[in-house]
Structure formats: structure tokens, C-alpha cells
């Protein structure tokens, strides 16, 4: 296994979905717009050529937005590594922050009699994946909670490159700590590392430190957090 401070991990906020647009956040587990397919296949093609040859795991959440990111924008890197065995992870524990609708994932059927999303395994979407009651819950310490787990998770891997989809406020919380409210653009794709090795972490937190930003494809979308959501 890769020493934590050797791995590097590249987290990309999703495309434009509905929800960022008019900043309606009643959508139910927001699509894509138009504008958001066209630029996760700019995605792709700017990094088609460089981490999607070399990755060797990729991660996203189980919501819309995330799952059409991941596919048109590491269409390369999601046929490499099938073609390896290795499936993509849907990982719950990447879904966003708060508990309304456009943040609150479909039912694993859903999602599995969608062809946009066939040949993913989403045998980890439990049926309660999409409660946001619990771990999953919107409480201030639940995502703290939430956000650890993920960077343990990421640490443990054996694998030294990881490209992680996911959405703005939880990615607050994995790489801050906690919400924020710094800017992560629209298909900003963004490298961190370890800040110790899992031996040095008296405080089992597993923190991460930026590497540099990779590429950017759209703008600052607002997220569904703002001081009156936060909980």
C-alpha cells in the first residue's frame, strides 16, 4: 500500500445540474443541464491525455449530477479500468450535504432502469442511502462525522491515484473540515495528498492539503448550503 503521503487524490465538483441554474434547490436529485454535459465532455477532453492514464480508482456519488459527470467526463478512464476489472465506486457517503431534493439521491432501482447509468454496480446504495436521517443526516456533526469517514476510506486504499466526483459542500467538509463556503467551481478538478501518514495522525482525522488545481470548466455555481440551510 502507498504511503498517505505519496497517494494523490483529485476531487472534481460535478457539471452544471438544474438546481445550479436557478438556484431551485425542489428539484429532485438534479440532472444535468445542457450546459453541464458540454462541459464534462470538455472535461474529458482536457484530461483524457493525462490522470485518466494514469488513475487507477474511480469514485463518485450516487446522485445524478455526480454519476453523468463521472461518466461523460472519465469515459477513458472508466473503460480503462473496467477493462482491468475494476468497476467505478458509487459511494453513498459522497452524496450532498442537506436534505432537500435536489440534494437527496433516487432509489437504487432508479437508478439501476436508467440507461445512462448501465454496467455501474450500486450495490452500496443501501436503502436508506437517501434517508439523510443518521449518518447520513444534514447536522453539522453528522457531516463532520461523514466527511472523516470519507478521507479515512480514501486513505486506506491501496491504490496511489484516486479521482473523486462529487459535490460542493461535501467537498467543503473533506477538505476544510467544514463548511466553508469557499468557492469550488463547476467541473473544478482540484489535487490534494495526505497531510501525515496514517501512523502520524494522533487525531485519526486523516487530513488532506492541496497540491494545485487542475483544470476548471465552468463557474462558481452557488451550492444548496448558505447560513440559512446550514444546520
Known amino acids: 500500500m502507498e504511503k498517505a503521503t505519496e497517494k494523490r487524490i483529485f476531487f472534481t465538483r460535478h457539471a452544471q445540474a438544474e438546481h ?11 440532472p444535468l443541464t445542457a450546459l453541464g454535459r458540454q462541459q464534462s465532455a470538455k472535461l474529458h ?11 487507477e480508482l474511480l469514485v463518485t456519488s450516487g446522485l445524478r449530477r455526480t454519476l453523468s459527470t463521472a461518466i461523460i467526463g472519465y469515459s477513458t478512464l472508466r473503460k480503462r479500468l473496467e477493462g482491468e476489472g475494476k468497476t467505478v465506486v458509487v459511494l453513498p457517503q459522497l ?10 439521491g433516487s432509489a437504487r432501482e432508479v437508478l439501476e432502469a436508467d440507461p445512462e447509468y448501465a454496467g ?3 450495490s452500496q446504495l443501501t436503502p436508506d442511502w437517501n434517508s439523510k436521517k443518521g449518518f447520513y443526516a444534514g447536522t453539522t456533526a453528522a457531516l463532520k462525522a461523514r466527511a472523516r469517514w470519507n478521507r479515512q476510506w480514501l486513505r486506506g486504499r491501496p491504490e496511489r491515484e484516486i479521482l473523486v466526483v462529487a ?21 473544478e478538478v482540484r489535487e490534494y495528498t495526505f ?8 487525531s485519526g482525522e486523516a487530513w488532506l492539503v492541496p497540491v494545485k488545481k487542475i483544470v476548471q470548466e465552468g463557474e462558481d455555481q452557488p451550492t444548496s448550503s448558505s447560513e440559512r440551510f446550514v444546520s
Open 20 to 30: 445550479n441554474v436557478e438556484e431551485d434547490y425542489s428539484i429532485p436529485d438534479a
Open 120 to 122: 455501474l454496480d450500486f
Open 167 to 187: 459535490h460542493g459542500d461535501c467537498l467543503r467538509y473533506i477538505t476544510d473540515g467544514e463548511n466553508s463556503l469557499k468557492p469550488w467551481a463547476n467541473v
Open 95 to 104: 452524496q450532498e450535504c442537506n436534505d432537500l431534493p435536489c440534494d437527496t
Open 195 to 202: 497531510k501525515v501518514d496514517e501512523k502520524e495522525d494522533e
Open 45 to 55: 477532453e482536457d484530461t483524457k491525455d493525462t490522470f485518466q492514464q494514469s488513475a
